[in-house]
């Protein structure tokens, strides 16, 4: 079997002559199909010094054809004359080229190496292109990232293609599998203030990417947030329901907040891919409040449930889960729903809404530095005279809003971002100072006026942080200073994310 190798899946024969003069002229690339390429001419003024674009202009004209199934299409130098110019000791080198368009490719099989546990078709089905199709450069060059999002796989090498004695083409895809299971711990220690003691906090998440080789997920996760604040989460992921590209997931969260009550959500979710990079979203929820009795008195926080429907887009163009160097992620959602309140006289429906919307975008500067910038505003509304604390959005602490305590914030409409300049120390490690900035806005009832209360405030936080890659995992700290903080009394974050 002949092995063709490709960089970007074209071949350039091209043979340099010079002619040493004080310039020099391409002219023409002839045997060229006039719908496929057309002649160009790129005028060099030291001679030699630009062969560099040159190269990259006949380099064009193959990744032209490749795009159009004929990756192996070649120019060859057929030849050069030199004329001379109407000034005196100029004169001008003529390079003409013969264009080889080769043979139309269209991919008979596709073979994977190195997968040991990932079943092929996990592999398959995800490809930017199948068997049968014909050849086309950028699905090619798009191979690389989009296995690599699957999250499961360390590496995967440029594709090669490959010809047999019988002039079949085969794509061959050499996969490196990593640690697909995850545990994540995060612990995080709030110094004390006033007359409360400091406590720590905690955070235990359990990932199994890919169960038994389909690419199946189940996630386990326990938080502490406060001293009486834990919350218990349970999801599970069917990747390619009935073999479409269509992914469905399921879950369950219960919330203990600060032993007033204790909710309960449910939800089914599907996920919808569009193209390489975009996904539709969509899910059902249902979820309940049960208040604790003197909360109930002391609140006036009734018994309640409520039933959602949310429809979103998500773009994802980040270049590595764990340390990207650039690219942008994108996510919105809108949600609609009625929430049943049970008071004590009779039950009363309200309407509710909700939009969220994220964006992280990593720009790199100068050698290993990147700047990275995420935001993200949620905003809940609804037919009720105001917001009601359990539907509410808090924020604060490790993951939001460094320098604060866990949900130290709560609001019907919130915001909060995270500036980081970040020295990348290996492909898993890096070096960085943050800015965090935080806004939220509520509405409290008051007893005996008409009008409630609003609270409206910006917080601003910033430390610096470092993710370290060890044997043990991932190791992660992060130091932050919230307002009127001292040097020696800022918030302790410390996580560990290890594969297995």
Known sequence: MNKIILKHF??????????????????????????????FKARAEEGPAREAEWRQRLQNILDDFARRGHPLATLVLDSVSEHTGMKAKTSVAVLHFKLNPG???????ILFRGNKLTRPQVLLRELPVQRGEKFHLDRFDAIPEKLL?????????????????RGRYLLQLEVREGNSNAFNGVAGYNPALGNQEGYFTGLLDLQFNNLFGTG????????????????LGLRYREPWLFNYPVHISGGFQQLIQDTLYVERKWDLALELPVG???????????????????AALRLDLPRSSATNFQ?????????????????????????????????SAVAQIFSRRSVTITVHGLVPTFGAQVFSLAFQGRQVTGSEPFVSITDQIRFGGATTLRGYREEEFRGSRVAWSNLEYRYLL?????????????????????????????????KIAYGLGVRLDSPVGLIGLDYGLGENDDLLNGKVHVS???RF
């Open 10 to 39: 074209t071949a350039i024969a091209v043979i340099c002559a010079w002619v040493h003069c004080a310039r020099a002229q391409i002219i023409s690339v002839s045997n060229a199909e006039t719908d496929l390429v057309s002649t």
């Open 103 to 109: 043979p139309a490719v269209t991919i008979d099989s």
């Open 149 to 165: 999002r699957l999250g499961f796989l360390e590496s995967v090498a440029p594709p090669e293609l490959l010809i047999d004695a």
């Open 216 to 231: 199946r997920l189940f996630n386990a996760r326990w938080e502490k947030r406060g001293v009486q604040t834990q919350e």
């Open 276 to 294: 390489q990079r975009f996904a539709l979203l969509g899910a059902l929820g249902r979820e309940s409040i049960s208040p604790d009795s003197l």
């Open 311 to 343: 429809f979103g887009l998500r773009y994802e163009s980040r270049d590595d889960p764990l340390n990207p160097r650039r690219g942008l992620f994108y996510a919105n959602t809108l949600a609609a729903g009625r929430k049943r309140v049970d008071t």
């Open 426 to 458: 290996s492909p898993r490690s890096r070096a960085f100072v943050f800015c965090d900035a935080g806004y939220f806005y509520r509405e409290e009832p008051q007893p005996g006026n008409l009008s409630n209360k609003e609270i409206e405030k910006v």
């Open 496 to 498: 560990l994310v290890n």
